[in-house]
């Protein structure tokens, strides 16, 4: 077949296709997978089983029992079945049409990107129809992409879907904004915090290339000084680091993940922490469709700041060996970031890792303890 055949074929195949009608509940679908898992095992029986080992085959591989369908569910059931033949039928043509834009280019890639488009918003499963938007690009998948995202009548999962596929597809641009040099910009983090020699996590690698002596270890206690908060921020602040950063199932993964992406690409070190960069963090991100509320710069300035803190007081964990370099200063601080919630996870740990060699670490937990704080 010709592109143009695929492409006329997928068209009227779209055409034809109709979502699971509105009376699909979640019960419904419940059952409809019991009786069609039922329905399998019936249809692979051997005929050398016995009927008892049978019986107890099907007692392990069927779903608990469930009453007789009645006339309309199995009408229901029967639709539902022809309309899954049907999309695996619709997804064979995408998948062709993507292997012909790998193998030979496509002609018309505005009509695939349309088609494309189309696939996601017809309920399809959404996966198949955003990766060939990837795969075509600027600017018709891009754009196409860019549609789907804030579109809120999708549902959040496949929004979700679009939305990773499309950060994928835009980090080289928010990459090379990230390396633009500063001209006239407005710092957010203070001096202490700027001058740190490394990014300190903040592009997503750790841990920092910064070798461990006192003069680092110096300009570490001078940031963590900084960047202590006068009191407990009233916003409470995201799971540590490491915490959702990609097993939840789509339609439950938190949109800050994503943002701390955005942040990541367009603000690499704490030195491009500036109200600049922020607002175009904001911008890309409502471009995803992410929620941008409030003081957002102020927001993630002080996530910024809390994370930083934190994969400081784990570099510093390494130090412990070395009390001199730390103590009693890093007890001191680790003491009052737990107790005003800032970092206070990787504070807390550092506390604990801390024992073996500095008693006031054992003091400042016995002090949290009596508090609440820990």
């Known amino acids: 077949m010709s592109e143009r055949s695929d492409l006329e074929a997928l068209a009227a195949a779209l055409d034809a296709y109709e979502p699971p009608p509105a009376e699909w509940t ?65 997804r064979h043509l995408l998948e062709t ?37 990837y795969e075509l690009g600027a600017p018709h998948g891009e754009a196409a992409l860019l549609r789907l995202v804030v579109d809120d009548t999708l549902d959040r999962g496949d929004r979700q879907i679009v939305r990773a596929w499309l950060m994928v597809l835009r980090k080289p641009r928010n990459h090379a904004l990230g390396r633009q040099p500063q001209e006239g910009e407005t710092p957010l983090l203070p001096p202490a ?38 009191r407990r921020p009233a916003v409470s602040e995201p799971p540590p680091e490491m915490v959702g950063a990609g097993d939840e199932e789509p339609e439950e993964r938190p949109g800050w993940i994503d943002v701390r992406t955005l942040v990541r690409d367009i603000v690499p070190h704490p030195r491009t922490v500036t109200r600049e960069r922020m607002a175009e963090v904001r911008r890309e991100a409502e471009r ?54 800032f970092a206070a996870e990787d504070a807390g740990r550092f506390l604990d890792l801390s024992t073996d060699i500095a008693p006031r670490s054992v003091a400042a937990l016995d002090r949290l303890k009596e508090s609440g704080g820990n």
């Open 26 to 90: 979640d019960e419904l679908w419940d059952l409809y997978e019991r009786a069609e898992a039922e329905q399998h095992v019936l249809r692979v029986r051997p005929d050398h089983w016995t009927d008892e080992l049978w019986e107890q085959y099907r007692s392990t591989e069927v779903p608990e029992p469930h009453a007789p369908l009645t006339q309309a569910q199995q009408e229901l059931f029967a639709q539902e079945r022809d309309r899954e033949r049907r999309a695996s039928a619709l």
């Open 97 to 133: 049409l993507g292997e012909r834009r790998e193998k030979t280019g496509l002609r018309e890639p505005a009509q695939a990107a349309d088609l494309a488009e189309r696939w996601v918003r017809a309920g399809l499963p959404a996966l198949p129809g955003a990766r060939l938007l």
């Open 193 to 230: 915090v700027r001058s740190l020699a490394d990014a300190w996590g903040m592009d997503g690698r750790w841990p920092p290339r910064t070798e461990m002596n006192r003069e680092s270890v110096a300009a570490v206690r001078a940031a963590l000084e900084a960047l202590l908060p006068a």
């Open 288 to 341: 995803m469709g992410l929620e941008t509320y409030g003081d957002f710069a102020g927001r993630w300035t002080t996530r910024i700041g809390a994370w930083l803190a934190g994969q400081m007081f784990s570099w510093l964990c390494a130090a412990r060996r070395e009390p001199a370099d730390f103590a009693p200063w890093g007890v001191d601080l680790a003491e009052q970031y737990v107790l005003r919630g």
